[in-house]
């Protein structure tokens, strides 16, 4: 168990800072936040004194990239799960290192209805556990690049014939 003790700390449960504050982290886990006046420490508790910084635990950022460029080039993707494609294995300490602990993952940005977002923390023993939401929601984009959607070209299985012609590429639901 380690005690830091700030200036000021952002929990996020309130809409005041908290002044002199204690925050006691257990196992790699915030378990209480209070004030330094309140906290009761425990014998063996290292106790880590910030007096002129500021703490913010556990930073949420919503909607990352981190999955890379690989994006489904059918612009009607419903039922692609952006965990499926999110590298637990990957090194993440420079967003570690800046307080960001849990991160909303997106299947796309440049299609009408990439697929599923997904909610996992940065860091943990196992990918079970680091997962806080499979599915988080379905994501779907109005914006202009989700508009200009490529063409899809699907050619024919067997040889070509008089039977079966070769076809020309198809436009998207969302092209203009």
């Given at each position: 168990?380690?005690?830091?003790?700030?200036?000021?700390?952002?929990?996020?449960?309130?809409?005041?800072?908290?002044?002199?504050?204690?925050?006691?982290?257990?196992?790699?886990?915030v378990v209480e936040v209070t004030t330094q006046n309140k906290l009761k420490p425990e014998a063996g508790w290292k106790i880590e004194s910030l007096p002129s910084a500021t703490i913010?635990?556990?930073?949420?950022?919503?909607?990352?990239?981190?999955?890379?460029?690989?994006?489904?080039?059918?612009?009607?993707?419903?039922?692609?799960?952006?965990?499926?494609g999110f590298d637990f294995f990957r090194e993440y300490d420079d967003l570690l290192a800046a307080g960001i602990t849990t991160v909303q993952i997106s299947a796309g940005k440049n299609?009408?209805?990439?697929?599923?977002?997904?909610?996992?923390?940065?860091?943990?023993?196992?990918?079970?556990?680091?997962?806080?939401?499979?599915?988080?929601?379905?994501?779907?984009?109005?914006?202009?690049?989700?508009?200009?959607?490529?063409?899809?070209?699907?050619?024919?299985?067997?040889?070509?014939?008089?039977?079966?012609?070769?076809?020309?590429?198809?436009?998207?639901?969302?092209?203009?």
């Amino acid at each position: 168990t380690t005690v830091y003790l700030a200036d000021v700390l952002f929990s996020g449960a309130g809409d005041r800072p908290i002044k002199r504050a204690a925050l006691v982290v257990q196992g790699g886990s915030v378990v209480e936040v209070t004030t330094q006046n309140k906290l009761k420490p425990e014998a063996g508790w290292k106790i880590e004194s910030l007096p002129s910084a500021t703490i913010i635990p556990g930073l949420v950022i919503a909607e990352t990239g981190l999955l890379g460029s690989g994006e489904e080039e059918r612009t009607l993707s419903p039922e692609i799960r952006a965990i499926d494609g999110f590298d637990f294995f990957r090194e993440y300490d420079d967003l570690l290192a800046a307080g960001i602990t849990t991160v909303q993952i997106s299947a796309g940005k440049n299609r009408l209805i990439p697929g599923q977002t997904a909610v996992v923390k940065l860091a943990g023993d196992d990918p079970v556990s680091r997962t806080v939401a499979e599915v988080e929601s379905l994501r779907v984009q109005l914006t202009q690049s989700a508009f200009a959607t490529p063409t899809i070209y699907e050619p024919p299985v067997a040889a070509v014939s008089v039977e079966r012609p070769l076809v020309a590429t198809s436009f998207q639901v969302a092209s203009d």
